[in-house]
C-alpha cells in the first residue's frame, strides 16, 4: 500500500496515530487561508484534529501520482494528489491534498487547495475557531 493510500485510509478512520507514523518530524503544512506554513509533526497533527472534528460529510473523490517540487526544492520528488469534498458549516468544499514525499516514502510536505472563495473563508473561521478553542493559537485581537 502507497503511503498516499495509507494517508487516505488514516483520514477515513480519522486515526492521528497513523497519521502520525506517515509525516516526517519536520513535515509542512501550507494551508488556503493562511501565507506561512504549520511545520513540525506536532503542529501538523494537532491541526488534523482540528480538521477532522471541522469537515462535514469529508470524502476522497479521485487521486493522481507523479512528481512534482516542493517549496524548498528545486528538485523533484514523488508526489500525489487526493481529491476531496466536504462541507463547513453549510459550504460544500472542493479540494486537493498535494502529498510530498521524502526519499523513505513519508511525507514531508502538504499543499491543501480548497475552492469557493466562500468555502474558503468558512473553513478560515472554522479552524481558527478550533485552533484557539484547542489552545494552540492565541484568540484574535478584539474578541
Do not use: W
Not at 494537532?46 to 462535514?56: G, I, K, M, P, Y
Amino acid at each position: 500500500m502507497s503511503t498516499a493510500d495509507r494517508f487516505r485510509a488514516a483520514v477515513d478512520r480519522r486515526d492521528l496515530a497513523a497519521l502520525g507514523e506517515l509525516f516526517t518530524e519536520d513535515i509542512r503544512l501550507y494551508s488556503p487561508v493562511k501565507f506561512t506554513p504549520f511545520e513540525g509533526k506536532p503542529m501538523v497533527l494537532a491541526l488534523f484534529q482540528v480538521l477532522l472534528r471541522t469537515f462535514e460529510d469529508f470524502r476522497y473523490i479521485g487521486d493522481h501520482t507523479g512528481t512534482s517540487q516542493t517549496s524548498s526544492d528545486d528538485a523533484s520528488v514523488p508526489s500525489a494528489v487526493l481529491i476531496f469534498r466536504a462541507t463547513v458549516a453549510g459550504k460544500e468544499i472542493h479540494g486537493m491534498d498535494l502529498l510530498h514525499f521524502d526519499d523513505d516514502g513519508r511525507i514531508k510536505e502538504i499543499t491543501v487547495m480548497v475552492r469557493p472563495r466562500s468555502a474558503v473563508q468558512a473553513l478560515g473561521e472554522a479552524v481558527l475557531t478550533g485552533l484557539v478553542a484547542d489552545g494552540l493559537v492565541p484568540a484574535p485581537q478584539g474578541q
